[in-house]
């Protein structure tokens, strides 16, 4: 059984990945706020992840990918502030889950819990 390389590790890992790709696209949109032209980007990816978990198709959880989806609508700054505040803690919550996973697993090797 694999415990490091699990289909929930990979989960998680695909989570951190997106979250910092969504870090990049929200940073991306408050520096371009006032360019004329430019419209909001957004990363789509937790409503995807829903849907394959609904049909019942946890090992195909995995190839769930992220997509820039471009809105067409104007950047409203507070807008993006509070999405970059949500990522952040969504992504302390992976964090946690990261660790959480790591500490049992040592706990199991070594027998020690700390």
């Known amino acids: ?5 699990s289909p929930h590790s990979q989960l998680l890992a695909r989570a951190m990945d997106t979250y910092t790709l969504r870090q990049r696209v929200t ?10 032209g430019y419209s909001k980007r957004s990363v789509t990816f937790e409503d995807e992840l829903q849907r394959v978990q609904e049909s019942g198709g946890a090992d195909k959880m995995k190839n ?49 819990n700390r």
């Open 27 to 36: 940073a991306a949109n408050i520096a371009n706020a006032d360019t004329p």
């Open 64 to 112: 769930v990918t992220p997509k820039i989806v471009e809105s067409g609508e104007d950047v409203v700054l507070e807008d993006e502030l509070l999405e970059m505040s949500d990522t952040q803690i969504r992504v302390h919550l992976v964090t946690r889950s990261i660790r959480h996973n790591f500490d049992m697993l040592r706990n199991g090797i070594t027998g020690i």
């Open 1 to 5: 059984m694999k415990f490091i390389d």
